[in-house]
């Protein structure tokens, strides 16, 4: 089972930022925050992830608060191509073993003109 | 660069047939998972390799599923026999390690007649 509670839709005007908030309450020390998105007809695309600090990329900016029992993803442009389904993951990160992906039914963002 | 490459885009074919789905994970990475993704189950891991050895496979629903992984830059998830309810999307991902992001393909949509 998914170990992340996501809102299942928004919408956000195009130009604005787009923040999606994820719920991860029972998550441990050593598990690590995801963010991957799906657009229609196409596989999941990798956007960022991070333990406790606050991460930013070419594509968006992860905010984790100080408790980690809560995250945001910030889209701060959000244009027509970043219509999708986007999927928050919370999973460990070890040297000697996997913690596999699990993908739960993710928020479905619509850019609206 | 050419990321992780997936044939047929499409199949369909009837019960009872055999399926070969195929994977061309992203040269130098030495992880690669094959996932499912229905609309009443989401996407599932079925099965993952690293260094071309099986280390999990059990997210594979019945005997009637197999995967390989001959070499490093090629697998295949064979269905026999196939049934309806095999129907869905199959995504292949790659990643350089085994806990790195993973890369996905843009799947095989298989519909079982």
């Known amino acids: 089972d998914a170990k992340t509670t996501q809102p299942p839709s928004m919408d956000c005007a195009e130009g604005r930022a787009a923040n999606l908030p994820c719920n991860h309450s029972t998550i441990s020390g050593n598990e690590y925050v995801y963010w991957y998105r799906q657009i229609h007809s196409q596989g999941p695309q990798y956007i960022i992830h991070g333990l406790k600090n606050n991460e930013t990329n070419e594509m968006a900016s992860l905010i984790i608060t100080e408790d980690r029992k809560s995250s945001t993803l910030i889209l701060p442009h959000a244009t027509l191509r970043d219509t999708a389904v986007y999927y928050c993951i919370v999973r460990a990160v070890m040297k000697t073993s996997y913690d596999k992906v699990i993908f739960g039914p993710g928020t479905s963002l619509s850019v609206i003109p | 660069d050419a990321g992780v490459i997936q044939s047929p885009r499409h199949e369909v074919t009837e019960m009872g047939q055999e399926v070969t789905l195929r994977c061309k994970p992203i040269s130098g990475h030495n992880s690669l998972f094959w996932y499912r993704q229905t609309m009443m189950r989401g996407l599932e891991l079925l099965i993952y390799?690293?260094?071309?050895?099986?280390?999990?496979d059990s997210g594979m629903p019945e005997d009637r599923f197999s995967a390989k992984m001959p070499n490093a830059s090629f697998s295949t998830l064979k269905i026999q026999p196939s049934e309806p309810r095999d129907s869905a999307v199959y995504f292949c991902a790659s990643s350089p390690l085994l806990n790195q992001p993973q890369h996905f393909g843009d799947g095989t949509r298989l519909s079982i007649l």
């Open positions: 390799f690293n260094n071309n050895v099986p280390i999990d």
